[in-house]
């Protein structure tokens, strides 16, 4: 039962930390929360819905194309939308990202419409056996993708020059363009690999709960728990801080009333940011504004 | 010297005459519509008190609309207080109650307030919800029909004129409060903590006042609400509906009190607006909420890139303008 559990957790939990990550990539890139990251992550499942049901491409060679289309979809909000407010003020970036979060739901229930939908995979239904426990094959897979992501992220990340070019940006944006760094343009980069993060994180998860335009809010404040358990503002502690929400969800959810489950999430948000504001890995001077 | 303000006053006094009949010629729908518009106005000023002046983000007035509604609706049921008592009761009992998320907040600022204040109204819907005993949980609660000496005030019109009453002792109340010691204590610590902690502000103090303030204002607005619909369920108090506000509030103009009553009426009758026109430029097949929120997410947009400052500042442009012949001075009606 526990083992069950865990795993479960684990598997909501990758999906947790890839959002997360995208949240506070974006956050380091340009200081601002994007709201509209959870509805990145449903049209990103809307797009691999449509590719595997019009091109009927099998599961996993249907996730590229629709990774690179919520990526490229990303891109585009970017450009139209965030760059002209970047340099004005906090709340107004972010209703700007809540008007892109509205537009694109209103938008997927104009195209799709509002009943939930199965997002076909071969691994529902299917069960691994190792010993005596009888594992979620679908979990598994999302197990295994959301860390081939973040292996291909960290690769990026550290090994090439736009990577490093964005760890600059992240740390001192005047620095940067002094440099001869475009900050814009990695500033666009940013939202295209969050975009396609989250893009991962949407597609795994589908199979298991089902496509609705909904899902993403929910996401979305779960990630951001997750990102301010690890310490906003910190990769790595928005990562670990999604996995362990999933977790402790997960196992929260097993021995107690399901109705719980769902505030999990605020509750412990609730107790980082009154007990430990930077949350477990971030910086003591971290900028909390 | 004495002209101006003659025609002001009459300017002012057929104002009150035109509010004053709107009624008369409108069809129920409409001043459902208007006294929907007038409610949410009066959350949004006790908002504008909280984040356009004191520089809070704060998401959760649902929340605290939710507490005065329930409030409301127990004191009238339980207790069988007149509407007149229950209403402004809720507000006191909706401040008091708003301390459970201004002790948090003194901690937190900018976009992790504005999460945990996310997560504050998701807790509150969960116990509404879930208290089955006291509020009906979602199979929600009846109120009785408000009265006044015994003569039932039911219908949308009799409605209006509380309603009216209410938004113009709401609105005048926050003017008056800006310019005292409070207000501008609150505007201060908006503008920089640090700052206003070395003017002598005590910046706890003031916070927790903003926030009491704004559940106040919150509370009134949830009871007038309880009454008026006389069933409220948690589906009347959704996140959605938190947001509605914020960009009523934000659309209206970053701490303006008149822009706050043009940001009540925006967000109500938007809907409406796109639903009329929706026939006849899209097809009647598509679906009416969708087309609601296309519209509205992109007019937001719209509105967050080309007018920053909200339609009260807009609205006033054109003002400026137009009087510059005729009087000089600054913008003294800040």
Redesign the interface.
């Known amino acids: 039962m526990l083992i069950q559990l865990i795993t479960g957790g684990l598997a909501i939990g990758s999906v947790y930390a890839l959002i997360a990550l995208a949240l506070v990539l974006i956050y380091k890139g340009s200081r601002l929360?994007n709201l509209a990251q959870g509805e990145l992550v449903t049209i990103a499942a809307y797009f691999s819905l449509a590719i595997l049901t019009q091109a009927r491409l099998p599961y996993l060679a249907g996730l590229v194309p629709a990774v690179i289309l919520a990526g490229v979809f990303a891109l585009i909000v970017e450009r139209i939308?965030i760059r002209?407010?970047v340099s004005?003020?906090?709340?107004?970036i972010?209703?700007?990202t809540?008007?892109?979060?509205?537009?694109?739901?209103?938008?997927i229930?104009?195209i799709w419409?509002?009943e939930p939908r199965p997002l076909p995979s071969p691994f529902t239904g299917q069960h691994l056996h190792w010993g005596a426990y009888a594992l979620s094959a679908q979990e598994m897979v999302i197990i295994v993708t959301s860390l081939f992501m973040l292996l291909i992220f960290y690769l990026f990340f550290k090994g090439t020059k736009a990577g490093l070019a964005m760890q600059v940006v992240a740390d001192n944006q005047m620095g940067a363009s002094l440099c001869g760094i475009s900050v814009g343009r990695i500033n666009a980069l940013t939202w295209m690999i969050s975009g396609m993060v989250a893009a991962v994180a949407g597609i795994t998860i589908s199979p298991i709960f089902f496509l609705q335009v909904e899902m993403g809010?929910e996401l979305l404040?779960s990630a951001?728990?997750a990102a301010?358990l690890g310490g906003?503002g910190s990769i790595v502690g928005a990562i670990i801080g999604g996995y362990l929400l999933g977790i402790i969800q997960a196992v929260t959810g097993g021995y107690m009333p399901e109705?719980i489950k769902?505030?999990v999430?605020?509750?412990l948000?609730?107790l980082v940011?009154?007990i430990r504001?930077t949350g477990l890995f971030g910086k003591a001077g971290v900028e909390?504004? | 010297m004495n002209a101006p303000l003659n025609r002001n006053r009459i300017l002012w006094a057929l104002l009150a005459i035109c509010l004053l009949l709107i009624p008369l010629g409108m069809s129920n729908y409409l001043t459902y519509l208007i006294n929907l518009s007038g409610i949410y106005a009066i959350a949004i000023i006790g908002l504008n008190i909280l984040m356009g002046l004191g520089g809070q983000m704060f998401f959760g007035p649902v929340a605290l609309m939710a507490m005065g509604a329930y409030g409301a609706a127990s004191l009238a049921n339980h207790l069988n207080f007149p509407f007149y008592i229950s209403i402004p009761l809720s507000g006191v009992i909706t401040s008091i109650l708003s301390l459970t998320i201004a002790f948090p907040a003194l901690r937190l600022r900018g976009l992790y307030l504005a999460m945990v204040s996310v997560g504050y109204h998701f807790i509150l819907e969960q116990i509404i919800g879930g208290w089955d005993s006291f509020t009906g949980g979602y199979n929600g609660l009846n109120l009785k029909k408000a009265s006044l000496g015994g003569i039932p005030l039911a219908s949308d019109k009799a409605f209006y004129y509380i309603m009216l009453l209410a938004v113009v002792l709401c609105f005048l109340g926050a003017r008056n409060l800006m310019k005292m010691r409070v207000g501008r204590a609150i505007w201060a610590l908006g503008q920089d903590p640090v700052a206003a902690s070395i003017q002598g502000i005590n910046v706890t103090s003031y916070k927790i006042a903003a926030f009491m303030v704004c559940a106040f204002y919150c509370g009134i607005s949830g009871g007038l609400l309880a009454h008026y619909l006389r069933y409220i369920t948690p589906y009347h108090f959704t996140i959605a509906i938190a947001i509605m506000l914020l960009v009523g509030m934000i659309v209206g103009g970053w701490g303006s009190l008149g822009g706050s009553i043009m940001g009540g009426f925006f967000v109500t009758f938007l809907p409406e607006v796109i639903g009329f026109f929706k026939d006849s430029f899209l097809g009647a097949s598509v679906a009416l909420y969708d087309a609601q929120e296309t519209i509205s997410g992109i007019l937001i947009i719209v509105v967050v890139i080309f007018i920053p400052k909200g339609l009260a500042e807009w609205v006033k442009g054109f003002k400026s303008r137009w009087r510059y012949n005729q009087r000089e001075g600054g913008d003294r009606d800040r």
């Open positions: 929360l939308v002209p407010v004005s003020e906090e709340w107004s972010l209703l700007a809540w008007g892109v979060s509205i537009t694109i739901r209103g938008l229930g104009l419409g509002h809010f404040l951001f728990s301010v906003f109705a769902s505030s999430p605020f509750a948000l609730i940011l009154v504001p909390k504004k």
